[in-house]
C-alpha cells in the first residue's frame, strides 16, 4: 500500500459551489481515506495552502491566474486537472516553471460526448424546433422528418469520442467517413464500420460529400477556425454541423451567414467562441440551431470516470510511478 500524499482540491473558479456536485464529491469518494485531500479555500493566501501538498487537483483547468503557478512551484509533483481541453490553460506557464501537468483525456468523457452528438443528429433530422412549435399550435403530423439510415456521417477527429459516436451512427445505418491526422488501420474500418479513411488532406472532400459533420478536435492553432467560411460553403444545403468540442473549431460570424440564407440545413451547437455566448446572437433563435450550454460532457458517467482517473494519477505520484496523461502542449493535431 503506498504511502499517504496530501492532495490539494481546486474547485471550479466561476461556479466552486455550483459545480461542487458531483465532480468534487465523486473524486473525493474516488481517492477515499487514501491520501489527505482537502479543499482550496478562495478566502486565504494561495502559498500557505500548497505548503506540503504533493498533487493539485484543478477542476477543469479554471485557475488561470499564474500567481498559483508560482505558488506551487517547488512543492508539488503534479498539477491534474480535472478535464480534457488544456486551450484555455496557460499550459506553456506551468511548463516553464517545472510543473508536471496531466488532463483527464478523451476516453472519460467520450460515451457522453458521443451521446449528445447522437442527440443532436437526431434532433435536427427530425425538426424538433419545428415539431415542437407545431404541437403548441396543435398542428399535428409534421414537419417532414429524414430518416438516417443512408446518410453520410463525416466525423473529424477520429479519437475517443469520434470511435464512440461512430458506433452509435453505424447501429442507425448511417455511413461512416472519419478524418484524422494518423492512419486509420484496416481492425479499426472493421470495427467502426468505417466507409471511407483519409487524413487532412481529404478533409474538404468529407466536407462536401456528407449529410453530417461533427467535430471532434481539441483546439489549438491548427484547428482554430478549421470550419471557416470557405469550408463551410462546401456543405451541401441540407447538412448539418455538430459541435461538442470547442467553440472556436467553427467560424460563428461565418456559421451565422450560411444558416440565415440557408447554405446549409442547421447545426447542433454545445460549445462556443465566447462563454457564456452572446445570448443576443441570430445563432439561437433560429430553428434549424440546437444548441446546449457547453454539457455534453456534463453527466454522471464522465464525473465518476474523470475522478478515478485522478485518483489512480495520485496513486502512481503516491507510488514514486510516473503519473498518467500528462500533456505538454505539443501533441499533433488535425490541419
Known sequence: MPNKINVLFLPHALQAQEMFKPW????????????????????????????????VIDHG?????????????????????????V??????YWSAKGIAVANTPG???????????MM????????????????????????????????RLGIIGFGASGQALALRAAAFGMKIAAIDIRAINEVERQQYQIEFAGKPAELNEVIATSDIISL??????????????????LMKPTAFLINVARGALVDEEALVEALVAGRIGGAGLDAY????????????????VIATPHSAGVTDG??????????ENVDRIAAGLAPLYLVSGTEPQIV
Not at 486551450?87 to 506553456?92: A, C, N, R, V
Not at 476516453?107 to 452528438?117: G, T, W, Y
Not at 464522465?302 to 485518483?311: F, L, M, Q, V
Open 24 to 55: 468534487g464529491e465523486d473524486v473525493f469518494a474516488a481517492i477515499g481515506d487514501r491520501h489527505h485531500l482537502r479543499m482550496y479555500d478562495f478566502a486565504q493566501p494561495s502559498a500557505p495552502q500548497f505548503e506540503g501538498v504533493d498533487v
Open 216 to 233: 471532434h478536435l481539441h483546439l489549438t492553432k491548427e484547428t482554430h477556425h478549421i470550419m471557416d467560411r470557405q469550408r463551410l460553403a
Open 120 to 151: 443532436f443528429i437526431l434532433m435536427l433530422t427530425r425538426r424538433y424546433t419545428e415539431a415542437r412549435a407545431n404541437l403548441a399550435k396543435s398542428i399535428l403530423y409534421g414537419p417532414l422528418g429524414t430518416e438516417l439510415v443512408g446518410l
Open 61 to 85: 483547468g479554471s485557475h488561470r491566474s499564474t500567481d498559483l503557478a508560482d505558488a506551487a512551484v517547488g512543492k508539488i509533483k503534479l498539477w491534474q486537472i480535472l478535464g480534457t481541453g
Open 302 to 311: 464522465t464525473s465518476r470516470k474523470r475522478a478515478g482517473a485522478c485518483a
Open 107 to 117: 476516453p472519460f468523457s467520450a460515451v457522453s460526448l458521443a451521446e449528445c452528438a
Open 273 to 288: 467562441s465566447q462563454e457564456p455566448p452572446d445570448m443576443r446572437s441570430p445563432l439561437f433563435h433560429l430553428p434549424n
Open 87 to 92: 486551450d484555455h490553460f496557460p499550459l506553456d
